[in-house]
């Protein structure tokens, strides 16, 4: 049986699962409900500067008769007295050794507050250090959170002034409300951060009242921009998460993944895009910690499946399978095919190439039932069918290369073979 | 012994509660929404005679626009609140869905057409305007799916619609030959208040066509003229002991409990029930649920050849009625004028008749139930005497019709008066296609 355990910046764990800096790690109930459930361990709930919280605080978005695809905080960092939260977390600490504990941090904007917190929370007996440069609410507005993590220079500032102080391992935490998160990455990696984690939540509005009229979440007749999280964000979550284990800088500190993961697929799929660990916030906040039971399970399950004995030997290993559009092999050319044994005639895959893609499906009128099949010299390969078929493995995608030889868009051109030639 | 008044109100209000209850709340409904495929040319709806648009009134209720959900169905039906507690959808829309082919349960299409259709009912939502006033008139005759369905779309287009009704209500063959745990009378009556409510029909009640009124008055006094007639009495078995007491005809039957009371019709301790179609199985589980103690179906053929459906066959057998197929009635025996015996031919299949199924033929052989009553359920037959009085074309006395028009100009029809006896949905596309033909006839579109 494979080995789910976990080094990260040298701080063990028993798997790969933390619990991300949010309300669920906000206090010590929590958090050793979350170590007897499972987790790995937790990035305590950010302290430093005193806050004053609003209510309502929390909204989501819907989505086909799901509750919570996407979800959405306008709650600040922890408002509970810095004094009980130490306390806290050395209890967990000791009740929990083999439990990874991360202390996430936004102090004041000046190097004597980042150090005196620093020392007062290396007391506890905590393992590393997360610097919150994400939060896109309430912070940002004093010159904190997202303020710091989206102006590289200032965001270099402050780790320099951390790294002075921290002698456990730092991890900085980057924002998403930015056009690329390489350069704040490059920028903290510079100024001396031993990891990386990202993302945080992307600011949105999830909805409005068509009733009242008033974006929710409420808070007596007037809403703010949140923070998003949950599965909505994943995809985007994931593409930052390969910039930054692309860049040649950046991707010498290790990465703490973050951003809708819910199941012990979406972990992997971000640990195979270079992240070491990961963090889990919204499934949690919507079915409990009992989930911890199968991302462990299926994780491992999966690792024996495909014969992976540790982490290690899978962390990264689909990095280099992204690339650039113009590196593209031109002659890779695929074809749909319907199965008609497993087609339940829904007309699903007809009307979206019908209508939006490339009249490449052919309907043989049926009582009740149509015959769906696809005119091949049409298909342009582009899965749309096959996305929106409602059965597995109905409609698959099958190779017919134009060309034996491999020729990407670069080459096309050197060459000056026909364009808009479909 | 045949008598009534058997059980207490409670066991009756229990026996004839819906026998499928709608969604408690909202969310029930979406969630049941949400697991629609939205098919493209929809199976489910190329399999309803009215081609309600299924996936786009299921998706309507998805996005909470239960208006439009519910204009979405009366557009095609207006009975679409009455189909959906009694259209044989098990071999109609959710028959078709295409969940079935994945070996899964298919959408409830009835219950989410329900959904919205009561709703918009007890919302009284005018979902329909009508034209002004082409100053037309067409007289309807019978207030059943056919003639309501018929008037409706007339109305919509301006035209003053007269229903000519021989019973003190209407809804026809929805309010007196259905099961009364399918639909409520209550229900009815407020289905045709709902369906007259967009003004410009008139109903006038207790008018048989024949006695009260005549087809020439009508032809004189209005443009046009559509008979939505229907079906009459049960067909006769002809055979021996057939006018002894206790021998009931199954339309009869159910028109007592409907319009009488529970409590009020009598039914006997051993019923035997003649026929397999929707109707023989509304009597059935009805003689059982009024109290009788066993209740005998009996059926000439097999369960392959039955026109009622298995979903409907269930809820007979689930009511504890026993079915005896291959079983063809011989004689009636009585004494003192009551049924006491009925003497039945075993059957065999043998070939396929007309209508593709194989006939039964007698082994010869026969056995004998002892029974207090029986109810006839073997088919309706159309009104005879009628069709003779009204001098129009037929065949078997089932009128004839091109193009919803019969021979005589000007009078048009539709419905179980035409096509012998279908389902509730039939009659109601039936009433459209006149309604479409009268408008074509008096040059309105």
Redesign the interface.
């Known amino acids: 049986m494979a080995s789910i355990e976990s080094t990260f910046l040298g701080i063990k764990s028993p798997n790969p699962f933390w619990l991300a800096s949010a309300p669920p790690t906000d206090k010590k109930y929590n958090v050793l409900r979350a170590f007897e459930a499972g987790w790995g361990g937790v990035v305590w709930k950010t302290l430093g500067s005193q806050v004053k919280n609003v209510s309502s605080r929390y909204s989501a978005v819907d989505f086909g008769g799901q509750r919570v695809m996407g979800f959405n905080n306008i709650e600040l960092i922890s408002d509970r007295p810095l004094d009980i939260n130490l306390k806290e977390i050395a209890e967990c600490v000791r009740l929990f050794p083999d439990r990874a504990m991360i202390v996430s941090l936004m102090a004041d904007n000046d190097k004597k507050s980042w150090h005196e917190l620093i020392k007062k929370v290396e007391d506890t007996g905590a393992h590393g250090l997360e610097l919150n440069f994400g939060c896109p609410h309430g912070m940002t507005e004093r010159g904190m959170g997202a303020a710091v993590g989206q102006d590289p220079e200032i965001a270099c500032m402050v780790v320099e002034w951390v790294m002075e102080a921290a002698t456990l391992p730092v991890i900085t935490k980057l924002t998403p409300n930015v056009h690329s998160v390489v350069p704040t990455g490059r920028s903290v990696v510079k100024a001396g951060t031993n990891g990386l984690s990202l993302i945080n939540t992307i600011q949105s509005v999830t909805g409005i009242d068509l009733d009242t009229l008033v974006p929710n979440p409420y808070v007596a007749g007037k809403s703010v921009f949140g923070g998003y999280c949950g599965p909505a964000v994943k995809p985007i979550a994931l593409k930052m998460l390969t910039t930054i284990a692309q860049d040649e800088l950046t991707k010498k500190v290790p990465i703490s993944g973050i951003g809708g993961i819910s199941t012990w697929k979406d972990a992997v799929e971000f640990m195979l895009l270079g992240a070491s660990n990961v963090q889990v916030c919204t499934a949690a906040m919507k079915h409990g910690f009992r989930i911890i039971e199968d991302l462990c399970e299926g994780l491992n399950n999966w690792m024996d499946e495909k014969g992976f004995a540790t982490l290690n030997d899978f962390i990264g290993k689909s990095v280099p399978t992204i690339t650039h559009w113009e590196d593209l092999d031109i002659n890779y050319h695929h074809i749909a095919k319907i199965n008609q044994d497993k087609c339940i005639h829904c007309g699903l895959c007809y009307i979206a190439c019908e209508d939006t893609s490339h009249q490449s499906i052919n309907l043989m009128y049926g009582k009740p039932y149509n015959t769906y099949t696809i005119k091949e010299e049409e298909c342009v390969g582009c899965n749309l069918c096959q996305l929106v078929c409602p059965v597995d493995d109905c409609i698959t995608m099958e190779e017919h290369r134009v060309a034996p030889e491999p020729i990407n868009w670069k080459q096309w051109q050197e060459r000056g073979l026909p364009l808009n030639d479909h | 012994m045949i008598k009534h008044n058997r059980l207490s109100s409670e066991q009756y209000a229990e026996n004839f509660s819906d026998i499928h209850p709608p969604y408690e709340n909202s969310t029930a409904a979406?969630?049941d929404?949400?697991?629609c495929?939205?098919?493209?040319?929809?199976?489910?709806m190329?399999?309803c005679p009215t081609s309600i648009d299924v996936p786009k009134f299921i998706k309507q209720i998805?996005t909470e626009n239960i208006k439009g959900s519910a204009k979405t169905i009366f557009s095609s039906n207006i009975m679409g609140a009455g189909c959906s507690k009694v259209c044989p959808v098990e071999k109609l829309c959710e028959g078709?869905c295409?969940?079935n082919?994945?070996e899964e349960e298919p959408i409830p299409i009835a219950k989410l057409q329900r959904y919205s259709t009561e709703m918009a009912m007890k919302e009284n939502w005018q979902l329909f305007q009508r034209k002004n006033s082409t100053g037309k008139k067409v007289a309807i005759v019978g207030a059943g799916p056919a003639g309501l369905s018929c008037a409706h779309v007339l109305s919509r287009e301006g035209i003053d619609v007269t229903i000519y009704e021989k019973e003190s209500k209407g809804g026809g063959l929805m309010t007196y030959g259905i099961a009364a745990y399918k639909v409520t009378p209550q229900f009815c009556e407020d289905e045709v208040n709902y369906i007259t409510s967009i003004g410009g029909i008139e109903i006038k009640y207790n008018q048989e066509l024949g006695n009260d009124i005549s087809l020439a008055e009508l032809k004189r006094n209005y443009d046009a003229v559509y008979l939505g007639i229907g079906v009459g009495v049960a067909r006769q078995l002809e055979i021996p002991g057939e006018k002894l007491e206790g021998v009931v005809d199954a339309i009869e039957f159910i028109y007592d409990i409907r319009s009488k009371g529970y409590a009020s019709v009598p039914v006997g301790d051993k019923v035997a029930v003649i026929g397999m179609g929707m109707t023989a199985i509304d009597a059935a589980t009805q003689a059982k649920r009024l109290g009788a103690k066993e209740v005998t179906m009996l059926y000439r053929r097999t369960e392959a050849e039955m026109p009622c459906t298995k979903h409907e066959l269930d809820i007979a057998m689930l009511d504890g009625c026993e079915v005896i197929w291959l079983a063809a009635p011989q004689k009636i025996k009585g004494s003192a004028g009551k049924v006491k015996q009925l003497v039945c031919s075993k059957m065999k299949l043998g070939e396929p008749d007309a209508s593709g199924r194989r006939s039964p033929v007698d082994t010869g052989e026969t056995f004998t139930l002892d029974v207090d009553m029986i109810i006839k359920a073997a088919g309706q037959t159309p009104y005879e005497k009628l069709i003779k009085k009204l001098n129009i074309q037929h065949s078997k006395f089932k009128i004839t019709i091109e193009n919803c028009a019969t021979n005589i100009r000007g009078v048009f029809a539709g419905g179980d008066a035409v096509n012998g006896g279908k389902e509730v949905v039939d009659a109601v596309q039936a009433g459209k296609d006149g309604a479409a033909a009268i408008l074509k006839f008096l040059k309105l579109c």
């Open positions: 979406k969630v929404a949400n697991r495929l939205f098919c493209y040319d929809a199976p489910c190329k399999s998805a078709a295409v969940y082919l994945l």
